[in-house]
């Protein structure tokens, strides 16, 4: 069990630009989730996959954001046109079937817009 | 709709003195209860849960008990540590759906030699 895993750890970023970060979940985890934080603040809910499915995505989650997770495995968040409010630390997690309501995080991925 | 309330921080304590960081919670139904933790530059780790109501999470000398009559998972340590200073985090999530977690704002504790 290697544990949640993202890439990159740091990005910056100018206003205006694209940025994209993945995440790998816990080999035989069919769930996966992304949330946003921001400084001082507790982790926002952002989208839910189970499996390759996107199931929810909150209100948080603008038309320039988009995720998937193709084949069930990996997953990737997009901003586009990047804005200065969308600095936060962008954490990933991920459950198994069995424990549906525990879940495990990765070390985030901390976005700067300049 | 579900929401948790933290006590705010800091919260700044001696080393061996006892901690209390309050939650509180509104939800539907009967969910699911954690206490995160973030140390300084890491993910957030599991510190205890508790799944039904009267259930006891302990872990490191942390405990929290699930008290339904008062909605309320208060996060307790006989004795901190300096190595203790982090940002705590209570979490709930419900029995169906999305099992997505409603978090608290954290409270950040730290603890003096």
């Known amino acids: 069990d290697t544990g949640v895993s993202q890439d990159p750890r740091h990005k910056i970023t100018k206003r205006g630009q694209n940025v994209t970060f993945r995440c790998d979940p816990i080999s035989e985890h069919n769930r996966l989730y992304w949330y946003r934080q921001t400084l001082g603040q507790g982790p926002e809910f952002l989208t839910y996959?189970?499996?390759?499915?996107?199931?929810?995505k909150s209100r948080l989650l603008s038309d320039r954001f988009s995720a998937e997770r193709p084949k069930g495995s990996f997953s990737t968040l997009e901003i586009q046109r990047t804005e200065q409010g969308d600095s936060a630390m962008y954490l990933c997690?991920?459950?198994?079937?069995?424990?549906?309501?525990?879940?495990?995080f990765g070390p985030g991925t901390r976005l700067t817009v300049l | 709709g579900n929401s948790v309330t933290q006590m705010e921080g800091p919260v700044t304590l001696s080393e061996e003195a006892f901690l209390t960081i309050n939650c509180t919670y509104t939800?539907?139904?009967?969910?699911?209860l954690f206490w995160y933790v973030q140390y300084p530059g890491e993910g957030l780790q599991l510190l205890l849960k508790?799944?039904?109501?009267?259930d006891k999470g302990s872990n490191k000398g942390f405990e929290a008990t699930y008290r339904k009559e008062t909605t309320s998972f208060h996060l307790e340590k006989g004795s901190v540590q300096v190595s203790d200073s982090a940002v705590y985090f209570c979490?709930?999530?419900?029995?169906?759906?999305?099992?997505?977690?409603?978090f608290g704002t954290g409270t950040r504790l730290k603890v003096l030699a």
């Open positions: 508790a799944t039904k109501a009267d």
């Open positions: 997690a991920s459950s198994s079937p069995e424990r549906n309501n525990e879940q495990f």
């Open positions: 939800a539907t139904g009967y969910p699911s």
């Open positions: 996959f189970q499996n390759e499915a996107q199931l929810e």
């Open positions: 979490a709930l999530v419900g029995r169906s759906g999305t099992y997505k977690y409603i």
